[in-house]
């Protein structure tokens, strides 16, 4: 079964850009890597996702190496609402029937 | 258009009874998933539906169940309720069944077992 393992918490200030990595040594080929936002009482919400190389959206950019054993998300000056905890999500083939992992997530702090 | 809605929202339950939770996805999407939430264990899976057929299912006991109707709604039953099923219970929908498809997730509806 494929897991994932991700810092539990990191703190930024301001501005800065923020780098959050998840490693999933077990990925299978054709999974894909997602990953979530979520605040308090709240649903995880869609961030970006990605197979290999780099994706960028309006929010954030994903780096994935040759291998895809690790991912690494990363915000573009952050702010105080970006406070949340980020989740990364692998698919786990085992087989055939794919169950999607959520990791342990990352609780992220912005400092003032 | 209007995204996952869940309810209720929040549910009180006493131990022992059962309870069914009620997810309508988003227009179009035909996946339900549906996962535990809490502060010891995180976001667990439990199970997924496409086109009103279970296709996954993670590692929880029988007491935990779910279907899915002809237009999508999806509904999760937990009979015989223990304290430890106090949780967060979310719902997420999408166009298919895989990491491949982006998933969207409602708020949510918070059990206390009690």
């Known amino acids: 079964l494929a897991k994932t393992t991700q810092p539990i918490s990191m703190d930024s200030y301001e501005g800065q850009e923020v780098n959050i990595t998840c490693s999933h040594n077990n990925i299978a080929t054709n999974d894909y890597i997602t990953w979530y936002q979520q605040f308090p009482s709240q649903g995880p919400r869609f961030i970006i996702q990605?197979?290999?190389t780099k994706v960028t959206n309006e929010v954030a950019s994903l780096f994935i190496p040759a291998d895809r054993k690790s991912s690494t998300l990363s915000l573009p000056r952050v702010s105080l609402s970006d406070t949340a905890v980020y989740y990364c999500?692998?698919?786990?083939?085992?087989?055939?029937?794919?169950?999607?992992?959520f990791g342990t997530g990352t609780r992220l702090t912005i400092i003032p | 258009k209007a995204g996952v809605t869940q309810t209720p929202r929040y549910l009180i339950k006493t131990r022992g009874q059962q309870v069914t939770l009620s997810c309508s996805p988003i227009?179009?999407?035909?996946?339900v998933s549906w996962y535990q939430q809490t502060p010891g264990q995180g976001l667990q899976f439990l199970f997924e539906?496409?086109?009103?057929?279970?296709?996954n299912k993670g590692n929880f006991p029988g007491r935990f169940s779910g279907r899915q109707f002809s237009n999508s709604r999806s509904e999760m039953n937990v009979s015989t309720l223990e304290l430890g099923d106090s949780a967060l219970y979310l719902c997420?929908?999408?166009?298919?069944?895989?990491?491949?498809?982006?998933?969207?997730f409602g708020s949510g509806t918070r059990l206390t077992v009690v």
């Open positions: 539906y496409f086109s009103e057929t279970q296709r």
């Open positions: 990605g197979y290999k």
């Open positions: 227009s179009g999407h035909r996946s």
């Open positions: 997420a929908s999408s166009l298919g069944t895989g990491s491949r498809y982006g998933y969207t």
């Open positions: 999500l692998v698919g786990d083939t085992n087989f055939g029937n794919e169950k999607l992992t």
